[in-house]
């Protein structure tokens, strides 16, 4: 694996910075994704956090369980956060998400940006990468709502479809994306979520004076014309 994702680099660097997300589907083997997919589905079982949605955070401990997707996430780190900037090698969110049959995500930003009195971010979530392990999936497209304010204020959406071995990354504080509703006879949805987190605050800057919160952070035009009626903060991440 760590061999496919490193050759994902230069492109994912390019992609975040031109356009703010990347796509590339097809990224590992066959045998690997349909492993992941296996391990995934002996996971599954977990608390039900949201109606519809099961996930949990992959850990050390699961590694008898699940060595691939284990592998997965330590390849990755091994492997993107080195050719990214800023971008923390040894600190990382996980969530492996299995979403039933009809269910959606509304719209959201993983990072709403929300600073303590101080003025520091609470949440340091940077770049969202995701791996669907998906055969063949019915609806559940991930829509992102890119960032083009010349177009229109709310952007163009571009779907991608969650099939098995797309991965797709995007900035976690500034990309408005949803899940639209998966077919009431689709098998379950299965999605790796790897956040990778700034190592320099996002933006924040502890010696400024000037401390750049929710309303002066990137893209922070595109959560408004979003989420119109709360002006700094959208709805809170589905998880
Ligand atoms: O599963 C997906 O396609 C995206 C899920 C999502 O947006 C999230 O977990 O924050
Ligand atoms: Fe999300």
């Given at each position: 694996m ?26 590992l083997?066959d ?5 992941m ?7 599954h079982?977990?608390?039900f ?6 996930s949990?955070?992959l850990e ?10 284990l592998?997965?996430?330590?390849d ?14 040894n600190?990382?969110?996980t969530k492996l ?13 993983d990072n709403?940006c929300?600073?303590?009195?101080t ?5 340091l ?9 998906n055969?063949?999936?019915k609806?559940?497209d991930?829509r992102?709502?890119l ?8 952007g ?6 969650p099939?098995a ?6 900035y976690?504080?500034?990309?408005v994306?949803?899940?639209l509703?998966?077919?009431a ?12 987190v700034s190592?320099?605050?996002?933006g924040?800057?502890?010696h ?5 919160c929710?309303t002066?952070?990137?893209?922070a035009?595109t959560?408004?014309?979003?989420f119109?009626a ?10």
């Open positions: 760590r061999g496919a994702l490193k050759s994902i680099g230069p492109e994912l660097r390019h992609g975040l910075e031109r356009q703010g997300y990347f796509v590339r589907e097809g990224l083997r045998s690997t994704w349909r492993e997919r296996a391990e995934a589905m002996r996971l079982g977990l608390a956090e949201k109606p519809g949605v099961e949990c955070e050390a401990g699961d590694f008898h369980a699940a060595p691939s997707l592998a997965y996430t330590v990755l780190l091994a492997t993107l956060p080195a050719q990214l900037d800023d971008v923390s090698t600190v990382y969110g998400a299995v979403t039933m049959p009809g269910a959606a995500y509304p719209k959201h930003v709403a929300t600073c303590d009195a003025g520091l971010p609470h949440d979530r940077w770049i969202t990468c995701i791996y669907y392990l055969e063949s999936p609806g559940g991930l992102l709502w960032d083009d304010p010349t177009t229109s204020p709310r163009r959406p571009l779907d991608v479809a099939a071995d797309t991965f797709v990354a995007f976690a504080d500034r990309l994306h949803e899940v509703p998966t077919a006879d689709d098998d379950h949805r299965f999605a790796l979520t790897l956040w990778l190592d320099f605050r996002a924040y800057s502890t400024s004076s000037t401390r750049l929710a002066d952070r990137p893209g035009r959560r408004r014309a979003h119109a709360t002006t700094t903060t959208p709805s809170p991440p589905p998880a």
